[in-house]
């Protein structure tokens, strides 16, 4: 197995390299849209199955939308036409036929489509054209639906996992009879993101609103949480739309109230998407390869024997097969990697590239001893363990790696994230220490565009809890009530 | 809520109104694409999740692969052009762009793709060329992958759940060492889907291999479930391939064996899909609406209160809540109907509309008595039973309804199965009384043409189980080893 590049020499590098050493993904015939590899779904499902049952607990029920969307109900939603849905895959003809000379396919010019089909960027659009059969009443209310889904999105330069032309994700949308209603859905959903990142994935966030020009388009406010990676660049794991009635109006969804009076529907949308494996990965990975907290692991102990004979061999499977039943039992996943086709110094480094927390290697003396050798994944740390009590080792060791990990990203953040207060200081900082910085600014679009240009930092988010202080922004130098944050971001 | 047309009225008119009145589906804005409603998707989830387990337990893992296929894929296996992906979805351009007079959204000409992408009618040819990358030497085989996903094959006659341009399934893609093991595999299968679908969705099906001329383009050899329908036609229910070395030599993929010799990796895949919905409507449900088997069902236990005040609901919802906290003890998935706004008469209307498999009533007097009315949906029966010893009464009940809908479907079958040997009794029969034909074939694609042509059956399968005996073809009279089965299908 190859050494990865260092992250200190080329951090971007180091990321596509283990992206595909690891066994996650690959890129594709087809430009920008990657194939997720077994190993990499299996993370990624372990993140659906969480997060669908979060959704679940929450009232929420999951329904299925067509792929394709009219190209006319585009243009519906005015804020939606422009501030989005133009990189998009279109559907133009429904029909191949063979050559004249019977060797390949063509496009068969006489299907072309009526009206063009878009590949869905996302389903506000089909979707509220849908609940307008569905709600006639205020007791039809609220709609709480979710989408598991693949989505398109044309992107020029991708990166896997970061940034694809194709990706999946979930979008929940949903439907409420009061404004209050919907703003208290769309706040509940950034938590529950926030609860999944922080606890499954092990990645601190900050919980935040969008600036009025990075909100979703179509959306009053917008929800985020955001992430800092290694490199000091600021990722966004999610976001939780309140769409006020923009959708209900373009879409004539209205609902008759308790005093038989119509009025238009609220909405929320919010998603996650496999842009999370981005975030997984480069929060906790380090140069040896991938590191999985263990509340998403696949695998979350891998166990290899040692051995130079075949009875040495059938010895030591014994002893783990007994292992085996006992990690099963205690709700541990485990891999026992008895391939005789790889020596264990390769199997270490590929488990440890693919990033499971816990090692066991086992040998004709530990089998002796009664011991197992455990190494940990995110220190790097060996010892020797006695078999008996090995099951709660193992179950403390686990939790313990999980909340390492989380600390370890914590505190990351916490060391780069910096209170600025002048504009000197701000572009210094942003050139040599990338990272959070939180400062005043005066709530323009004018002065958030003119410190993107300058640095390429952008406002991440107004965090909801951050504190009302006197400030003066540190561009303009007017008055601001409180700070926000900013970053380069993916 | 409005009755159902009777089926013995019109059936295809019972099922398109069901699946409507039951919540299960909705045709959507775009052509031929379905809605799947929370209630229908939730069914779809249990069949995912049982299904998923199996594969899992028989070795596979989950991946996934990209939505578009570049064009000249679908030219370089020969057979696959010829008998497949002519009805397709074809992107020819990536990107929208607003109107001069902004307004709306049009195709930017200028986006115009260099080589189209078609939208997955089925996957072998995109997996293929991954795999040509995946496998170098025998230690990289099998590779054992199933993928859930969306898939678009553009029909001109929709249905829902039974035929529609998009639908969900899951695809097996795997790769072996030898001709014997893919053989194996494929046929492993088959038998997971039999026993899928008989154990729980409740319908026997005939294991069997298609002929020459209804196999899948590209296979040398597809094995199918048959499933009969309450109108006397079949319904293929899923399908394993056994595909040699075809794709392997369309997409140059080679692996060395034990003795570093190259060889093409042989290939197998299978498949079932929403169809699988249309089959569980169809076999069990009635003039009321849905039959739901009690393994598949979302909930199995609806409890619906009765009461005239207040108080008398508050003192029934308290036995109903000690009730509650025992099914989930027990593993029952249950919902308390406490709605306000409706009247018993309706909620039960609807909850035998959406086929849950047990109701239970609780009024005042069974309060006092401590008994609950157990009405079962397969039968339309009721009974009073007494709160002691109720968990295992539905218990029983749950399983007993499970076996009573399966044994009527399997006799509903046995009855309509009929051994025909005469061409005269084949066409009376096929005309007057819809059914499996049990019948002898000279196993010559002509004759097999000539019979669909003249009766619209087609011979949905070869049995695997079909004993060998000496007969003459029912329409030749030249001789035949064993008999086919003929039906009109779906």
Redesign the interface.
Known sequence: MAKLTKRSENYSQWYNELVVQADLA?Q???RG??????YG??I??KMHDILDKMFKETGH???????????????READH??GF??????????????NADK?????DPEAKLEE????RPTSET?IW??YR?WVKSY?DLPIL?NQW??V?R?EMRTRLFLRTA?F?WQEGHTAHATKEEAMEEADKMVHVYADFVENYLGVPVVIGRKTDSERFAGAEETFCIEALMQDGKALQAGTSHFLAQNFAKAFDVTFLNKENKPEYVWATSWGVSTRLMGALIMAHSDDNGLVLPPHLAPIQVVIVPIYKSDDQLNMISERVHELCAKLKAAGISYKYDDRD?QRPGFKFAEWEMKGVPVRLAIGPNDYENHTWEVARRDTLTKENVSDEGIIDHIKNLLEDIQKNIYKKAYDFRAANTYKVDTWDEFKRIIEEKPGFISAHWDGTAETEAKIKEETKATIRCIPLDAEEEEGVCVYSGKPSKRRVLFAKAY
Request: hydrophobic share 45%; aromatic share 14%.
């Open positions: 690959e594709s015939a087809v849209c990657m194939v997720i590899k077994p779904y299996s990624w499902e029920t999951n329904a299925y939308f067509p792929l394709f969307i009219p190209k006319s109900f585009f243009s036409v422009e849905a133009k990189e998009c895959a279109v559907v133009t003809h429904y029909r191949l036929r063979t060797t390949a396919v063509e496009v063009e089909l878009i590949v089909i054209n849908t059969n007791r639906v889904a693949n398109v044309w194709e999946l086709t």
